[in-house]
């Protein structure tokens, strides 16, 4: 194998270490939580995080992919990028904690809510720096400083929630690890940060970042809106128990994504040039993708409603059934799943913007009309209704570019049939025991994960092999 090879296997090592380390901390913190918190104190904490998360979501989506596409960076620019953006988080933070103390949150939640907001700034302090160290593709020092950030913020959420300041506790949990990896990255990989202020750099970060920033608002907007009409017309409970089972569906869906689009970013970007490449890598890693991670979620959406009657308290039992139809809907949407990653290399963030947009309004609309009824589980139909939208808008804007989303929706027919099988067969296993434990868990899993290699290895040898020469040569 190549050195080239071995480096690029090193980096993704780095990026899952990264993303799946994240992963098995948050379980951990979600055991706490779920122990000393109820869903009511959960949904109130969650509220207050939403807000703050989706704005910092929106800025850092705005440089990232305006930024990393960037030739040539100079000192300049990073100066006004940082503080331009940490000037700006810094006010807009402080006018959201007003706005929300005074109009939404009881008095006794004042504090935890200008505490939340701290999230804005702390995460603008590094962004500059996470784009050069994603363009060096210095992916250890990513995941060192952010598992690290992590286990702190853990430890003092934690802490908290023991004794008795649940709420607290989990707010905490979010500023610790923004705060420690942020001052990690900041005193290590020192950048010369002159107070400069370049309004053409400005605009250049706008004009393309901001449909980019869009359409991940938009994307996660979802989850937000959620959280805000469920609040209004089912109650914090609903929330809570609605967060409960989406997040731990999106924590592993969320880590695998954002893993392979770290990846298929500047891949991508470097073969922009040559656009049977760029087409044969999108098409092969997608479907790979498709056929690793799909399965993962098939068996936990066909188990999930034991796993969670297994682990958890009693009180969030009513969230399996939450889980499971998550699960599904997280499966499907790895069909499309670097396409995110094919608009930042051809400079086209801005394509199917529009039916983002608008899918993402007619969830919401969906969640608001079906609350009072569904309870949580109206939630969980809105998400269903924006992938059965933007599934066929992400297979044409691919198709616009690639001309291969017929050839990959062909290719990807046959993972959805082996999904099926080993979901059925799933089902009527599980019909067979009369109650689940965890050893019956454990065995149902290894005998659909292993029928299902069984049918990988029987007919889809040939794409892994196809794969692994394209990945070489990357």
Same mark, same amino acid.
């Given at each position: 194998?190549?050195?080239?090879?071995?480096?690029?296997?090193?980096?993704?090592?780095?990026?899952?270490?990264?993303?799946?380390?994240?992963?098995?901390?948050?379980?951990?913190?979600?055991?706490?939580?779920?122990?000393?918190?109820?869903?009511?104190?959960?949904?109130?904490?969650?509220?207050?995080?939403?807000?703050?998360?989706?704005?910092?979501?929106?800025?850092?989506?705005?440089?990232?992919?305006?930024?990393?596409?960037?030739?040539?960076?100079?000192?300049?620019?990073?100066?006004?990028?940082?503080?331009?953006?940490?000037?700006?988080?810094?006010?807009?933070?402080?006018?959201?904690?007003?706005?929300?103390?005074?109009?939404?949150?009881?008095?006794?939640?004042?504090?935890?809510?200008?505490?939340?907001?701290?999230? #804005?700034?702390?995460? /603008? +302090? =590094?962004? %500059?720096?996470?784009?050069? *160290?994603?363009?060096?593709?210095?992916?250890?020092?990513? !995941?060192?400083?952010?598992?690290?950030?992590?286990?702190?913020?853990? #430890?003092?959420?934690? /802490? +908290? =929630?023991? %004794?008795?300041?649940?709420? *607290?506790?989990?707010?905490?949990?979010?500023?610790?690890? !923004?705060?420690?990896?942020?001052?990690?990255?900041?005193?290590?990989?020192?950048?010369?940060?002159? +107070?400069?202020?370049?309004?053409?750099?400005?605009?250049?970060?706008?004009?393309?970042?901001?449909p980019a920033a869009l359409k991940s608002l938009s994307e996660n907007a979802v989850d937000k809106g959620i959280i805000f009409a469920l609040s209004i017309f089912s109650g914090p409970s609903a929330v809570g128990l609605f967060n409960f089972a989406n997040r731990l569906v999106q924590l592993p869906a969320k880590a695998f994504s954002s893993a392979v689009?770290?990846?298929?970013?500047?891949?991508?970007?470097?073969?922009?040039?040559?656009?049977?490449?760029?087409?044969?890598?999108?098409?092969?890693?997608?479907?790979?993708?498709?056929?690793?991670?799909?399965?993962?979620?098939?068996?936990?959406?066909?188990?999930?409603?034991?796993?969670?009657?297994?682990?958890?308290?009693?009180?969030?039992?009513?969230?399996?059934?939450?889980?499971?139809?998550?699960?599904?809907?997280?499966?499907?949407?790895?069909?499309?799943?670097?396409?995110?990653?094919?608009?930042?290399?051809?400079?086209?963030t801005h394509r199917a913007l529009y039916a983002e947009l608008i899918s993402t309004a007619i969830a919401i609309l969906v969640c608001l009309y079906f609350a009072s009824s569904l309870?949580?589980?109206?939630?969980?139909?809105?998400?269903?209704?924006?992938?059965?939208?933007?599934?066929?808008?992400?297979?044409?804007?691919?198709?616009?570019?690639?001309?291969?989303?017929?050839?990959?929706?062909?290719?990807?027919?046959?993972?959805?049939?082996?999904?099926?099988?080993?979901?059925?067969?799933?089902?009527?296993?599980?019909?067979?025991?009369?109650?689940?434990?965890?050893?019956?868990?454990?065995?149902?899993?290894?005998?659909?994960?292993?029928?299902?290699?069984?049918?990988?290895?029987?007919?889809?040898?040939?794409?892994?092999?196809?794969?692994?020469?394209?990945?070489?040569?990357?």
């Open positions: 194998m190549s050195s080239n090879a071995i480096a690029r296997l090193q980096r993704l090592a780095w990026i899952f270490t990264e993303k799946f380390g994240l992963i098995f901390l948050s379980i951990f913190s979600f055991f706490v939580f779920s122990y000393f918190l109820t869903p009511y104190e959960l949904g109130i904490a969650v509220l207050m995080l939403a807000i703050a998360e989706l704005v910092s979501l929106f800025f850092s989506s705005m440089i990232d992919n305006s930024y990393i596409s960037k030739k040539d960076i100079t000192p300049r620019d990073d100066g006004t990028l940082f503080w331009v953006g940490l000037l700006l988080s810094t006010a807009i933070a402080f006018v959201l904690a007003l706005l929300l103390a005074r109009f939404t949150f009881d008095d006794i939640y004042f504090w935890h809510i200008m505490l939340a907001m701290t999230y #804005l700034p702390l995460q /603008a +302090l =590094a962004r %500059v720096h996470i784009v050069h *160290l994603r363009r060096d593709g210095d992916f250890k020092s990513l !995941a060192l400083r952010t598992l690290l950030g992590k286990v702190v913020g853990l #430890l003092a959420g934690c /802490a +908290l =929630a023991v %004794v008795g300041l649940g709420v *607290l506790g989990f707010i905490v949990q979010s500023i610790f690890m !923004a705060a420690i990896s942020s001052f990690l990255i900041l005193l290590k990989h020192r950048r010369h940060l002159p +107070l400069s202020f370049d309004i053409n750099l400005l605009k250049e970060t706008f004009i393309l970042g901001f689009m770290t990846y298929g970013h500047p891949v991508l970007s470097r073969k922009v040039n040559n656009k049977l490449a760029v087409s044969d890598f999108f098409l092969g890693l997608t479907q790979v993708c498709f056929m690793v991670i799909s399965p993962l979620f098939v068996v936990f959406s066909a188990l999930g409603d034991s796993i969670v009657e297994l682990i958890f308290l009693e009180r969030w039992w009513p969230a399996g059934e939450l889980l499971q139809a998550l699960a599904l809907i997280a499966a499907c949407s790895f069909t499309y799943v670097l396409v995110p990653s094919l608009l930042v290399a051809y400079k086209s309870g949580a589980f109206a939630g969980v139909v809105s998400i269903g209704v924006k992938l059965a939208i933007m599934l066929p808008v992400n297979l044409f804007v691919a198709q616009s570019i690639t001309q291969g989303a017929w050839k990959l929706t062909m290719a990807l027919s046959r993972p959805f049939i082996y999904n099926a099988v080993i979901f059925y067969l799933l089902h009527v296993l599980k019909g067979s025991f009369g109650q689940v434990g965890i050893l019956e868990i454990l065995a149902l899993s290894v005998i659909a994960l292993s029928s299902y290699l069984v049918l990988f290895f029987l007919f889809e040898r040939r794409t892994l092999s196809a794969f692994w020469q394209l990945f070489k040569a990357s």
